[in-house]
């Protein structure tokens, strides 16, 4: 795609990217929380692109008169500068057009959102609840390097250690469009711990990473809820095992049943809870907006589809392979020590080079 067809996209971001910047100020969108708040995610959205338009601008204008020193100039000194100087600016013109394009590619709405993630063993018995506590502290240290927030909300452990299922939420900035590459059965092959024979066996643990609705994405009716305590029960002490503080909600329309018993306060569960519940009634409908994306792929790495087995954590030759990308990593320790930055990039390269072949680029 030319130049200047790049230049004609810009443009219209630019008209946008005012228009936006004038309406946040006006008396009618400061008064609605709601409208308020969805500009200003829009402008802050658009940030990046301006930039990098005014960065290729700048560029282009400097290219431009370069060219028109090395017309006029006699003295050749000068000319070689020209030139050296000439030859630099044009080595910065694709990599900036290449940045410039993804940039414009539509983005899903919901990557700058938080993220709720859960992780639940599947196949493998006591295996797969270890694995799944594996998985669990991968992410937790990938987390914790990124200096994002983590709190969580449910947790059923494994009999033998690990995790049948722990669901937590991820606070920070851009965390879903990060995190939702995550989606989907994750597989372990190694000798287990209770193995006399040295088998190797393989399990596995299925990861649903869903964009937290924020408070203005849907409204919960009061009546439409019903709310039941319960004691605690797990670790935690007297306070846990003998208060009415853990709290379940159903919501009656749909069926959608969430509890939480991770704090030792009724408020703070019933906070939790409800956070959870308006996620997960959120993500029914933005789960029909994947299905949808991907009738009209015929490959797409981040389908949504939490059945498809994603990648392999192979134990014993010290790999870890993403089956979506056919790529293969020899650093299975760092990946389980949270080192996924570059299996994560790598992912979204992939999709990026799908959509800019979608778009015409």
């Avoid at 992780?119 to 990124?146: N, Q, V």
């Avoid at 990060?178 to 994750?186: D, F, N, P, R």
């Avoid at 790999?319 to 996924?340: E, F, K, P, S, W």
Wanted: aromatic share 6%; proline share 3%; with cysteine.
């Amino acid at each position: 795609m030319s130049n200047n067809i790049i230049l004609e996209r810009l443009r219209g971001v630019v008209d946008r990217f005012e228009e936006v910047g004038r309406l946040i100020t006006q008396p009618d969108v400061t008064s609605d929380m709601k409208k308020y708040v969805q500009l200003n995610k829009e402008y802050k959205s658009l940030e990046p692109i301006i930039e990098a338009y005014k960065e290729l601008k700048n560029v282009t204008e400097n290219i431009s008169s370069t060219k028109d020193i090395l017309a006029t100039e006699k003295d050749e000194e000068m000319r070689e500068m020209a030139k050296i100087e000439l030859a630099e600016l044009e080595e910065q013109v694709d990599p900036l057009e290449e940045k410039i394009k993804i940039l414009l590619l539509p983005k899903d709405p919901e990557d700058d959102k938080n993220a709720v993630m859960e992780i639940r063993a599947g196949t493998g018995g006591d295996e797969a609840s270890i694995f799944a506590g594996d998985l669990y502290r991968m992410y937790m240290k990938f987390c914790e390097a990124r200096r994002w927030k983590t709190e969580v909300t449910r947790v059923t452990e494994g009999t033998v250690g690990g995790y049948k299922e722990v669901v937590f939420s991820i606070t920070g900035e851009g965390v879903y469009g990060i995190m939702k590459y995550e989606s989907g059965v994750h597989r372990v092959q190694r000798v287990p711990q209770t193995e006399t024979q040295g088998r190797v066996h393989t399990s596995a643990a299925t990861i649903a990473v869903l964009p937290e609705a924020d408070e203005f994405d849907i409204e919960l009716k009061t009546e439409d809820i019903r709310k039941d305590t319960y004691c605690a029960s797990g670790p935690g002490g007297q306070s846990v095992n003998t208060t009415y503080s853990a709290i379940r909600l159903t919501h009656i329309p749909s069926g959608l049943v969430v509890t939480c018993q991770d704090e030792k306060s009724q408020l703070k569960n019933l906070d939790k809870a409800m956070k959870e519940l308006r996620t997960r009634l959120y993500n029914l409908e933005y789960q029909k907006y994947l299905d949808e994306i991907s009738s009209k792929r015929k490959t797409m790495v981040s389908s949504g589809d939490r059945s498809a087995k994603i990648r392999t954590y192979n134990y014993p030759q010290g790999r870890v392979t993403d089956h979506r990308i056919n790529l293969t990593m020899y650093n299975l320790q760092a990946v389980l020590d949270g080192d996924i930055v570059e299996m994560l990039d790598k992912l979204q390269m992939a999709e990026n080079a799908e959509r800019l072949k979608e778009s015409g680029f």
